[in-house]
T-cell receptor, first 112, second 112 residues
């Protein structure tokens, strides 16, 4: 039981490049989330999913896309990277009742 | 007024002290309240999850919710150096699996 895994751990992108942040969970949770965390700030919700094939926008979705083809995987796609997307990205999965939650270790992204 | 306000930090206390961390909120629709602990360069972990006014205790941690005053607190008794971390409050309308609004977090340092 690995919990939530995220890859890569760290990445430097040039402005305009694209990349996919990977997130996988092995707990069969339906609810999965992508957050970004900027220094001194709380977590901001980018996108979330309540099950395979279902995704919805969070508070700060612009510049990002997601897909959820399986229960286990919830990748986050950055198109045309901008310096404003420099942040730490966390993926989380939660059980239906909400009392069991796991966050991944995060992906640190630097856009130059 | 921001939806969730968290006491600014950082906070430094001696080992054994009682710590009080607080958040206020403006959205009366919030029904579920969480506290997360985040160690440096790690993902957040759920500490406490409550959905009613009153107190909930778990070991050295007590979560307090006052919906009438729109105020939540986390108390840490007999604080330990291992409690040194950033603490984030979060709130949701329909559960921990709903879209959550996070406070900015407060960094706590417990001095041996």
């Amino acid at each position: 039981n690995a919990g939530v895994t995220q890859t890569p751990k760290f990445r430097i992108l040039k402005i305009g490049q694209s990349m996919t942040l990977q997130c996988t969970q092995d707990m069969n949770h339906n609810y999965m989330y992508w957050y970004r965390q900027d220094p001194g700030m709380g977590l901001k919700l980018i996108y979330y999913s309540v099950g395979a094939g279902i995704t919805d926008k969070g508070e700060v979705p612009n510049g990002y896309n997601v897909s959820r083809s399986t229960t286990e995987d919830f990748p986050l796609r950055l198109e045309l990277a901008a310096p404003s997307q420099t942040s730490v990205y966390f993926c989380a999965s939660i059980n239906a009742g909400g009392e069991t939650q796991y966050f991944g270790p995060g992906t640190r992204l630097l856009v130059l | 007024q921001k939806e969730v306000e968290q006491d600014p930090g950082p906070l430094s206390v001696p080992e054994g002290a009682i710590v009080s961390l607080n958040c206020t909120y403006s959205n009366s629709a919030f029904q579920y309240f969480m506290w997360y602990r985040q160690y440096s360069r790690k993902g957040p972990e759920l500490l406490m999850y409550t959905y009613s006014s009153g107190n909930k205790e778990d070991g050295r941690f007590t979560a307090q919710v006052d919906k009438s005053s729109k105020y939540i607190s986390l108390f840490i008794r007999d604080s330990q150096p291992s409690d040194s971390a950033t603490y984030l409050c979060a709130m949701g309308n329909t559960g921990a699996n709903s879209k959550l609004t996070f406070g900015k977090g407060i960094t706590l340092s417990v001095r041996p």
